[in-house]
Structure formats: C-alpha cells, structure tokens
T-cell receptor, first 116, second 113 residues
Framework: DTGVSQNPRHKITKRGQNVTFRCDPI?????LYWYRQTLGQGPEFLTY????????KSRLLSDRFSAERPKGSFSTLEIQRTEQGDSAMYLC??????????????FGNGTRLTVT | QKEVEQDPGPLSVPEGAIVSLNCTYS??????FMWYRQYSRKGPELLMY????GNKEDGRFTAQVDKSSKYISLFIRDSQPSDSATYLC?????????????FGKGTHLIIQP
C-alpha cells in the first residue's frame, strides 16, 4: 500500500498523559499536513511541513501540541498533558510539490484519540 | 457565519437516483475546490479537484463551481449503495499548500438499495 500511513489507529489515554502519533506520507510527497476532525465536523488544519521545515501553524495548535518531521520523511505529532477536549481524529495528509501550490492532499485513515 | 456552509443531512435517496450535494462559501479568495468522500472511521478520499469556475466530470461524478454565486456542487449519477458515505467539500486559496484546506461539515449520504 503506497498511501499515507498513520499509527496507531486508535489511542486511549488518561487525562494528563502525553501521547505521540506517527505519520508516514506517500514516499515522493514532500509536503505533509496535520488536521484534526471532531464528530460531525470537517477536518481542521493544524500544521504544515515542506520537507523538514514547519512552515505554518494554526492557532488551534496550542503550546501542548508539537509536530516534527526531522528528516523530511515521516512526521510525529505529540500532545502533552492531554485534556478531554483533545479527543478527536487526527489526520495526516501529504501532497507533492508540483509547480505552484496546486496539488491536492491525500489523507491517511487517521489516529482516533480518546482521552478519559 | 462559517467560511464554508454545508448541510449535514442525512440525505437519503433510492438506488439509481441522481444525487446533488452542495456547499456555499463566503470568501471570494478561494480558488481551488475539492470534494472528498469519507467512510466511517476512515480518512477523507479525494473525489474531485477543480480550479476556479466551471464543470468537471469523472465517471458518475460531476463537480460544478460557480464563483459568482460562491456555490459549488457535486452530482452523483446512478447512485449505488456503496456511495453511502459522508461527502466533504473543501477549498483553498492555493490548491492545498501552506494555507491548508477549509472544509465544510460534510453531508451524510445514504443510498437505499
């Protein structure tokens, strides 16, 4: 399967714990995005990487959230001191750099986080 | 007012019917328009990708963009039970680059066999 891969698929954690998710993009895609989706809503943009550089962060990304893409390949999203409001599906997407910015995003199947 | 408005449904139609899904938006700077299909507990899957106004057809799917009315549509012909899913419209200034995508809430579509 050459699609976007996310692990784990589901994470259950207690409030206050730290969690880390991993995303492996499509291999030739150098752009990587993180989105968050809550029940009944569309995905909301969190952050964007061009290769290893984090170029854009949404105001939704509080100080407890940090994302990395150290070698320009896979990415991790860490949430520290989780809160119940962090419960959501965390989606990763990737796209190629083709000319300007007009490259559609391809999403993985997400990591579903449940904070108890 | 949200930037992108989409009726969440559910929309229930019999198999074989033509389905019409739509979104309205408020920001005239949006240039790229997409439709994604999302099955339960899965990620969004890209269906259609269009730039500016006009129509685009791909198999049973037709996407329409009317920038003057800030209105986009997705038509599904000969609908099948396997089309039952949530359909998300999305748009961006730059086709999905640094500005990210702005999504609607999604419309839950049910095709009755």
């Amino acid at each position: 399967d050459t699609g976007v891969s996310q692990n784990p698929r589901h994470k259950i954690t207690k409030r206050g714990q730290n969690v880390t998710f991993r995303c492996d993009p499509i291999s030739e895609h150098n752009r990587l995005y993180w989105y968050r989706q809550t029940l009944g809503q569309g995905p909301e943009f969190l952050t964007y990487f061009q290769n290893e550089a984090q170029l854009e962060k949404s105001r939704l990304l509080s100080d407890r959230f940090s994302a990395e893409r150290p070698k320009g390949s896979f990415s991790t999203l860490e949430i520290q001191r989780t809160e119940q409001g962090d419960s959501a599906m965390y989606l990763c997407a990737s796209s190629p750099s083709v000319g300007a910015n007009n490259s559609p995003l391809h999403f993985g199947n997400g990591t579903r986080l449940t904070v108890t | 007012q949200k930037e992108v408005e989409q009726d969440p449904g559910p929309l229930s139609v019999p198999e074989g019917a033509i389905v019409s899904l739509n979104c309205t938006y408020s920001n005239s700077a949006f240039q790229y328009f997409m439709w994604y299909r999302q099955y339960s507990r899965k990620g969004p899957e890209l269906l259609m990708y269009t730039y500016s106004s006009g129509n685009k057809e791909d198999g049973r799917f037709t996407a329409q963009v009317d920038k003057s009315s800030k209105y986009i549509s997705l038509f599904i012909r000969d609908s099948q039970p396997s089309d039952s899913a949530t359909y998300l419209c999305a748009m961006s200034y730059s086709g999905g680059g640094a500005d990210g995508l702005t999504f609607g809430k999604g419309t839950h579509l049910i095709i009755q066999p």
